[in-house]
């Protein structure tokens, strides 16, 4: 009913820069927050950005200052700027949406990708 679809993942050197996209598609009435989480190897999943509707965004403290998260909601797409890359940011990093379907009232549902790697060396 709704897909997300990432891309912009890569192989890229400490101190570079990739942009991730995610776009939904599907029954949508309404997104409410979208976001950005990853996992590393062995790692549990973990926030990385995640931004409301209306522009409220958290950031987590290991990306602050280099990553930049932001949406487009006629697209209902949202991006993720990472900036400066380090070696630990390497991980498969996934979108998530929080969706409210058309014709199904105001619940929202969980929606996940299916992850871009994102590798960064030394």
């Known amino acids: 009913q709704v897909q997300l679809v990432e891309s912009g993942g890569g192989l890229v050197q400490a101190g570079g820069s990739l942009r991730l996209s995610c776009t939904a598609s599907?029954?949508?009435?309404?997104?409410?927050?979208m976001g950005w989480y990853r996992q590393a190897p062995g790692k549990q999943r973990e926030l990385v950005a995640v931004?409301?509707?209306?522009?409220?965004?958290n950031y987590a403290d290991s990306v602050k200052g280099r990553f930049t998260i932001s949406r487009d909601n006629a697209k209902n797409t949202v991006y993720l700027q990472m900036n400066n890359l380090k070696p630990e940011d390497t991980a498969v990093y996934y979108c998530?949406?929080?969706?409210?379907?058309?014709?199904?009232?105001?619940?929202?549902?969980?929606?996940w990708g299916r992850g871009t790697q994102v590798t960064v060396s030394a």
């Open positions: 931004i409301s509707r209306g522009g409220t965004i």
């Open positions: 998530h949406a929080d969706v409210v379907r058309r014709g199904e009232g105001l619940r929202g549902y969980d929606y």
């Open positions: 599907g029954s949508i009435f309404r997104i409410n927050a």
